[in-house]
């Protein structure tokens, strides 16, 4: 009986991964006609359809999916192999990465420092939640992940995470809107709160709560909430003076330097959110040393203030 073979695994995968035949096409470096081909080579040797038409996208059939989730760590394992008979340097292929729009700066200097050692690899980058992230190593649609989350919550799931340090928050203010709120010790923190709304990360984020908290720990009532999962979109918003942002230190270093932007609470109020720790992960059955080499160069050019212990996370 004829098998599939690793290329019929990695077509499925790729058109399970992308959805559609021309886009696996592209990745794959080969024509549309050939992944079809493909495609109705491995379904005939199984006997089953692996996917269906939902407009001009494809879908894994309940047969396809079982069929990805088979080869994905079969796949894996071979290019590990293989891997191990060739210097890192020489390793071609595309690495899928997840990242936060806050991730987006130390990512940057992750990708200038991983192209002078491995000058083959190529990317595909995208932006997700962090708990999205995680799971999504898990299940193979990412190889690595830079992303924030609560270390107590990274035994949750099968990956392995390495800190990259801390990154500061504050809650931000345009300071044209502080007048009215000012007193002798400074900005009273419920009139501000009475005044103007928050702006702030979505309840799905694990230091939301906590960021609230520092202002209920002064006995302030919360009376108007925003969220907004874009970091970069909630700095323009305060900026435009349409209320108080929970924003990171790296990127409102400039405004705030500039005096465009000004702690909503005063610089000693004693409101402070915890920061936030980084991390760089990748599934825990999916390590290799391509992706290890990938995650040493995201600690040495991390931008966010050092963590000096690297933490593992299997379930």
Same mark, same amino acid.
């Given at each position: 009986?004829k098998?599939p ?10 058109i399970?991964?992308v ?12 024509t ?10 491995v ?5 089953v ?10 879908e894994l ?17 071979l ?27 130390? #990512? ?43 270390p ?29 709120t ?13 005044r ?15 960021a ?24 323009e918003i ?18 705030r330097?500039?005096?465009r ?15 936030l720790e ?10 290799n ?7 040493d160069?995201? #600690? ?16």
């Open positions: 009986m098998l073979n690793a290329t019929h695994m990695e077509t499925v995968c790729c399970g991964s959805g559609t035949f021309s886009a696996a096409a592209a990745c794959l470096n080969t549309q006609s050939a992944i079809s081909a493909r495609v109705r080579e379904e005939s040797l199984l006997g359809p692996l996917f269906q038409r939902s407009g001009r996208s494809v059939t309940l047969d396809g999916r079982r069929f990805v989730e088979a080869a994905q760590p079969l796949l894996q394992q290019h590990d192999f293989a891997g191990s008979f060739k210097d890192a340097a020489g390793s071609t292929g595309r690495i899928r990465i997840g990242v936060g729009n806050t991730g987006m700066r130390s #990512v940057a200097a992750m990708l200038r420092a991983v192209r002078q050692a491995m000058p083959r690899l190529d990317f595909d980058l995208e932006t997700r939640l962090s708990g999205r992230m995680a799971r999504a190593l898990e299940q193979g649609e990412l190889d690595l992940a830079v992303f924030t989350m609560a107590a919550d990274l035994g949750r799931y099968r990956i392995i995470a390495r800190s990259l340090g801390l990154e500061t928050l504050q809650w931000l203010i345009a300071p044209s809107l502080m007048g009215p000012r007193t002798r010790r400074g900005p009273d923190v419920q009139a501000v709160l009475d103007y709304p928050l702006w702030c990360v979505p309840r799905p984020t694990w230091h939301f709560e906590l609230l908290d520092s202002l209920r720990s002064r006995g302030a009532t919360i009376r108007r909430l925003n969220t907004c999962n874009n970091l970069p979109a909630t700095a305060v900026l435009g003076g349409a209320g108080i942002g929970l924003l990171t230190d790296h990127l409102t270093e400039d405004h330097r500039q005096g932007l000004i702690p909503a609470f005063g610089r000693h109020g004693g409101v402070c959110p915890p920061p980084f991390f760089v992960a990748c599934a825990a059955d999916r390590q040393a391509v992706l290890n080499r990938i995650m160069a995201a #600690v040495s050019t991390s931008r966010f203030k050092r963590q000096p212990a690297a933490r593992k996370a299997a379930g």
